[in-house]
């Protein structure tokens, strides 16, 4: 059964970095590319970062490009998410999600407030 | 960036009636079209990929259709456990973006 865990959420402030986690299992993860894709309270989905297999290729959304890193780590089975400089608008749940360019499985998502 | 436009934002709908919900690309983006339902405080689920491919386990009265800027998702019969927000998302372009989504509710 193919599982993805986020971690790392929680309650910052503005200016302040989290670096999210999400361990996956159930199937071979250096063969498939990755995604976070994040929903603020309320609203759609969005799209953040996009990582290929070998960490060769990397893909950030505009709102987050340059604050945000894209990570992975074959050998743990993991994938990260380094956020810096965050804002009240990347208050939002995160989820990392398996990706075909569709995002065919998703995780239970962790939660990050941003807030003073 | 390829904009994604939902319609309508509301649908009303009675059990075992069909739904029909549109999609639509401000460029073409081929096939590469995905469907996704998610129900409230869960994340969300593939239904259909490559505009009409069902994911592994999506019960048939899902199905999808279009290419190029048109998309329509097709639920027909609807069962109680249906009624949730759908959304659209292209792959063909960087951004990959997403619609802004299609509430079905019960009518």
């Known amino acids: 059964e193919v599982q993805l865990v986020e971690s790392g959420g929680g309650l910052v402030q503005p200016g302040g970095s989290l670096r999210l986690s999400c361990a996956a299992s159930g199937f071979t993860f250096s063969d498939y590319s990755m995604n976070w894709v994040r929903q603020a309270p309320g609203k759609g989905l969005d799209l953040v970062a996009h990582i290929s297999t070998g960490s060769d290729s990397m893909f950030y959304a505009d709102s987050v490009k340059g604050r945000f890193t894209i990570s992975r780590d074959n050998a743990k089975n993991s994938l990260y998410l380094q956020m810096n400089s965050l804002t009240t608008d990347d208050t939002a749940i995160y989820y990392c999600?398996?990706?075909?360019?569709?995002?065919?499985?998703w995780g239970q998502g962790a939660l990050v407030t941003v807030s003073s | 960036e390829v904009v994604m436009t939902q319609s309508p934002a509301t649908l009303s709908v009675s059990p075992g009636e069909s739904a029909t919900l549109s999609c639509r690309a401000s460029?073409?983006?081929?096939?590469?079209v995905a469907w996704y339902q998610q129900k409230p405080g869960q994340a969300p689920r593939l239904l259909i990929y490559r505009a009409s491919t069902r994911a592994t386990g999506i019960s048939a009265r899902f199905s999808g259709s279009g290419s190029g800027t048109d998309f329509t998702l097709t639920i027909s019969s609807l069962q109680s456990e249906d009624f949730a927000v759908y959304y659209c998302q292209q792959s063909n372009n960087w951004p990959w973006t997403f619609g802004q989504g299609t509430k079905v509710e019960i009518k």
């Open positions: 460029q073409s983006v081929n096939i590469n």
């Open positions: 999600a398996r990706s075909f360019g569709y995002q065919e499985y």
